[in-house]
């Protein structure tokens, strides 16, 4: 019972620590294939239900909780006995998108089985699990997922492999704020201090100009560097794809050009130092059309559309680390008007 309280801790932890990210819920169906030692049936049917927790800007794209339990009674071998067998799982999964509608996943992470009759060896405990799984992105952002789960079981190293097929619908979006408002795009941010010269002409006077040399037309903040939209859009090793997981930050930022037609956009690419340098630039160059493609598919004309592709040269975090390179390989946008 111990076990149980642990565990079930460790995931509402996971609950919480992610509440404010946009999730899916998938109801799904599954078999479970048991090892030979286990005296248990060697196939039988679960259901059960998962809520994901979507992330933005991490090495991984999606938080796992989840519940299985068996459909009936699953039967001992050579006994009268039978049992109920439940689990309760969290999972990191990481997405790798081969076009708008379809994807290949790994996932990777811990649980609790509970046996209600504990009999042959099979004892309620802690597993892990690891597995690799398809999803189908239907145009209505609803998306068929199958995967296969290996698992072993704490105390015996038992194995298991599921099988599941469920149904993710998305809900509870996270809204999509956009540092450029009305009051911003209507009226200057800040106003130059007279006889001290505005070279840049961004209407903040040179002795307090943090950024001195920004481009003609440019949107900037107070202190005059240009300002930095919530359009930071992450890409997978070697991939100009757009992950789904950033459609609503684009429609977002699509909604305030939209909004103002006045306002032009320039999208910044990049890429971490894995090749070579000609390779990332043109990488970073295909990233960054990858993003106006998005944006004119969204109805925004092409030519409010800027892009500068940077290679590896601009880098914001260490390329000695995965998760620095992960960093790295983005696309951003400043406005101007």
């Given amino acids: 019972m111990k076990k149980i309280i642990l565990a079930l ?31 248990l049936e060697r196939n039988y049917a679960n259901a059960g239900l998962s809520l994901g927790f979507n992330l ?8 796992e909780l989840g519940f299985l339990t068996s459909m009936g009674k699953v039967d001992y071998k050579n006994s009268n006995e039978d049992t109920q067998i439940s689990r309760i799982f969290t999972n990191v999964i990481k997405e790798y998108s081969l076009n ?44 068929l997922k199958m995967d296969l789960r290996h698992l072993i079981e704490d ?33 200057p941010l800040s106003q130059p201090v007279a006889n001290d010269g505005d070279n840049d002409f961004d209407g903040v006077a040179n002795s307090i100009d943090e950024c001195p040399k920004t481009e003609k037309n440019t949107i900037v903040d107070t202190n005059g560097c240009a300002i930095t939209v919530n359009l930071r859009i992450l890409f997978d090793v070697d991939k100009a794809i757009i992950k789904p997981t950033y459609d609503n930050k ?20 990049h890429t971490d130092s894995t090749a070579s340098e000609a390779y990332n630039m043109d990488l970073s160059i295909r990233r960054a059309n990858a993003v106006k493609k ?44």
């Avoid at 460790?10 to 286990?38: D, R």
């Avoid at 933005?56 to 938080?63: L, V, Y």
């Fill in 100 to 143: 708008k509608n379809n994807a290949l996943y790994a996932l990777a992470g811990a649980g609790v089985e509970v046996y209600s009759n504990e009999a042959f060896n099979n004892e309620t405990g802690l597993f892990v699990n690891y597995g690799v799984g398809y999803k189908y992105i239907f145009d209505n952002a609803m998306a």
């Fill in 294 to 337: 998005a944006l004119t598919n969204l109805g925004i004309d092409a030519q409010r559309i800027k892009t500068i592709g940077y290679g590896e040269t601009k880098p914001v975090a260490t390329n000695e680390t995965a998760q620095g390179r992960a960093q790295n390989r983005r696309v951003e946008a400043t406005v101007n008007q």
């Fill in 155 to 187: 105390d015996h190293g038992d194995n298991n492999l599921i099988y599941t097929v469920g149904l993710a619908i998305p809900f509870g979006e996270k809204s999509s704020t956009m540092p450029v408002t009305k009051k911003e795009v209507q009226q």
């Fill in 250 to 269: 684009l429609e977002g930022f699509a909604k305030v050009l939209s909004d103002y037609p006045s306002v032009k956009t320039t999208l910044h690419a």
């Fill in 56 to 63: 933005d800007d991490s090495m991984f794209d999606q938080i």
């Fill in 9 to 39: 801790c460790m995931l509402g932890s996971f609950v919480w620590a992610q509440n404010n990210y946009k999730y899916e819920i998938t109801p799904m169906i599954a078999g479970t294939y048991t090892e030979g030692n286990m005296d």
